[in-house]
C-alpha cells in the first residue's frame, strides 16, 4: 500500500503507541525524512519513533497488516541508501538511546538507536572503549549489524568481535536476547547480516582498558611518488603489530587529510597511521613507515582520543551526495595504481580512494565464528566520491565503479557490508560468499520467512 493511511487507522494506532508518529504534512516530516546521503530524498508513508520493544512490535506489526513496506532507521548513514521507502513506514529508533557502562564488567549497554560519539564518551569517562567507527554522528546500530571497522580494529578486533547480546524485536513482534548462549545462530548471523532478522533495540557491548590518547601520524607525498610510498606501506602493513592501523590514501583536498600548500589542488598519496599500544613502543613500532622518501608534510604526535574520533564529524556532516565501493584484497598491481592515481585526478566530485589494512585482531577471530566474511584478506580497497551537484549523480557513480573495475584483479573473498552503496542479490553474495550466504538464508528462513526486513544488504529467505 503506498496511498495516505486512513484518519481513523492513525488515531487507533496513536492510543497504543507513546512514540512520535510523523506524517506527511506534520512540521516535524522534513526533518525527520532527511537522512545523512542527500541523495536519499524519501517520502515515507509514516516515521514511527518507538520508546520501547513494545513499541517496535506494535510498529512492525502496524505495518504488516496494511501492507507497508518497512525501513528501520538509527543514524541515518546507510551507505547501501535504503532506509526510507518512499510510501513505506519508517521504525525510527533515534527515541531509543542511551549509553551506561558497568566498569567493574567493563561492559556497556547501548540503545538501539544511539549514535558512536556518545558510547566513545561514555566509555572513555571510565578509561575504557569499544572498537567502533570514525565519525561520531553514525548510528551504532547499522554500523554493528555490519561488522564495525574503526581505528582501533586491528587492536580489538571489529564491533561484533566485542558484542555480547544483542536485544531484538523480531518480524513476528517478540522480543528475543542473542548471545553466544541465547539463540546462538541468530547471534551468529547478527554479526555481519543483522538488519536482516529484526530490529536491534539494545546492545551489549565488551570494552577495554584504554585512552586518553591516541598517538597518530600522517605523511604526505606528491603522486609522483605512489609507488615508492605504496613499497613502504606494503612491506609495513605485512608485518605491522596489533596496535598499529594503518592506511594509504590517494585524494586531491580530502576533508580528512590537509594538503600541504606545496602541494595544494595537486593528487597526492598519504600514508597514516594510528598507533594504540604503549607509548613507549611507538618508535619501535612504526619504524617501518619511516623508510622510503621523505614525505611532503609530516604531521606526528599525541591526540586525545575522543578528539581525534570527533576531528571529522563536521567535514563529513549531513547533506551532501555521496557513493562508497569497496572489496576486500590482498594486494595492489603497479598497473592499478597508475590507474587508481589517474582516476582520482580526473574524478567529476571529491574522489578518493583508500587502503586499510585489516587482519591484526580482525584474523585472530576465526572465519566461521561470525557471519562478516573475509577476514583473512590483507586490506580493505574503498573508492569513495561525495559531490553537492545532482547533475553530476551518474557520473559520480560511473567513477566508483570505473575505478573499483581498476583493482578486480586484486580482490580477495568478502566485501564490507557497510561500505557499498550498492546493493543487490549478487551484492550480497560477495559480500558472504557462497557458504555464508547459505547458511544466512536459512538463518533468514527461520526469523523472518516474510523479508519484512529487506531494506539493507538482504538475505533473500
Ligand atoms: C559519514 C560516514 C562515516 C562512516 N564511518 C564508518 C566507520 O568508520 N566504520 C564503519 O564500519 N562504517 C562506517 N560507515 C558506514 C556505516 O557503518 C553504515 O552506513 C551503517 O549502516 C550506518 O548505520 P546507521 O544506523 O547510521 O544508518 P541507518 O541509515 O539508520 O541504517 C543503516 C542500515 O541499518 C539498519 N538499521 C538501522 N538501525 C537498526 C536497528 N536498530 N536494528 C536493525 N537494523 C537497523 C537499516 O535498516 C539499514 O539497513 C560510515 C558511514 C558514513 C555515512
Not at 496513536?14 to 532527511?34: C, K, Q, S
Not at 551507505?79 to 513506514?89: C, E
Not at 536476547?177 to 538488519?195: D, H, I, Y
Amino acid at each position: 500500500m503506498n496511498g495516505p493511511l486512513a484518519t481513523r487507522e492513525l488515531d487507533r494506532l496513536r492510543r497504543r503507541f507513546r512514540g512520535d508518529v510523523i506524517l506527511p504534512g506534520d512540521i516535524a516530516y522534513d526533518a525527520a525524512r532527511r537522512l545523512w546521503n542527500a541523495m536519499l530524498d524519501r517520502r515515507p508513508a509514516a516515521i514511527l519513533r518507538p520508546t520501547t520493544a513494545a513499541e517496535v512490535a506494535t510498529a512492525i506489526r502496524f505495518a504488516r497488516d496494511r501492507d507497508l513496506v518497512v525501513a528501520v532507521r538509527s543514524g541515518g548513514h546507510s551507505v547501501a541508501g535504503v532506509v526510507g521507502p518512499d510510501g513505506g513506514l519508517v521504525i525510527d529508533m533515534t527515541a531509543m538511546q542511551g549509553v551506561s557502562v558497568d566498569p567493574a564488567k567493563r561492559i556497556s549497554t547501548v540503545g538501539g538507536g544511539e549514535l558512536l560519539g556518545a558510547l566513545d564518551v561514555a566509555a572513555q569517562a571510565h578509561g575504557l572503549v569499544c572498537p567502533i567507527g570514525v565519525i561520531g554522528h553514525t548510528g551504532v546500530a547499522g554500523l554493528t549489524l555490519g561488522g564495525g571497522v574503526g581505528r582501533l580494529q586491528r587492536h580489538f578486533g571489529l564491533t561484533i568481535d566485542n558484542l555480547v547480546a544483542v536485544e531484538l524485536v523480531t518480524a513476528d513482534g517478540r522480543t528475543v536476547r542473542a548471545s553466544e548462549t541465547e539463540e546462538p545462530e541468530l547471534f551468529w548471523g547478527l554479526r555481519g547480516a543483522g538488519w536482516n532478522f529484526g530490529v536491534a533495540t539494545a546492545f551489549e557491548f565488551r570494552l577495554h582498558p584504554f585512552g586518553p590518547d591516541l598517538h597518530r601520524g600522517v605523511r604526505i607525498y606528491p603522486a609522483a611518488q605512489a609507488h615508492e610510498a605504496w613499497a613502504v606501506f606494503e612491506a609495513f602493513a605485512r608485518s605491522a603489530p596489533h596496535a598499529v592501523a594503518t592506511i594509504f590514501g590517494i585524494d586531491r583536498e580530502g576533508p580528512t587529510v590537509d594538503t600541504p600548500d606545496a602541494l595544494a589542488g595537486q593528487t597526492i598519496v598519504y600514508v597514516a597511521f594510528n598507533h594504540s599500544g604503549a607509548p613507549e613502543d611507538v618508535e619501535r613500532d612504526t619504524a617501518g613507515l619511516r623508510a622510503g622518501p621523505s614525505p611532503v608534510s609530516e604531521t606526528i604526535g599525541n591526540s586525545s582520543y575522543l578528539e581525534v574520533q570527533g576531528a571529522h564529524d563536521l567535514v563529513l556532516g549531513w547533506g551532501r551526495r555521496s557513493y562508497l565501493l569497496s572489496t576486500n584484497g590482498n594486494g595492489l598491481s603497479p598497473a592499478a595504481l597508475d590507474q587508481l592515481v589517474d582516476l582520482v585526478a580526473t574524478s567529476p566530485g571529491e574522489g578518493s580512494f583508500s587502503i586499510t589494512a585489516l587482519r591484526g585482531a580482525i584474523a585472530d577471530v576465526p572465519e566461521d565464528a561470525t557471519a562478516y566474511a573475509g577476514r583473512a584478506a590483507a586490506y580493505d580497497l574503498s573508492a569513495d566520491i561525495a559531490w553537492t551537484d545532482p547533475n553530476l549523480d551518474e557520473a559520480c557513480r560511473a567513477w566508483a565503479r570505473q575505478t573499483m573495475a581498476a583493482v578486480e584483479p586484486d580482490r580477495a573473498l568478502g566485501r564490507y557490508a557497510n561500505g557499498n552503496s550498492a546493493a543487490g542479490p549478487e551484492v550480497s553474495r560477495s559480500i558472504y560468499g557462497d557458504a555464508k550466504l547459505e547458511r544466512l538464508r536459512t538463518l533468514k528462513r527461520s526469523w523472518d520467512p516474510d523479508n519484512v526486513f529487506h531494506l539493507n544488504h538482504n538475505i533473500a529467505p
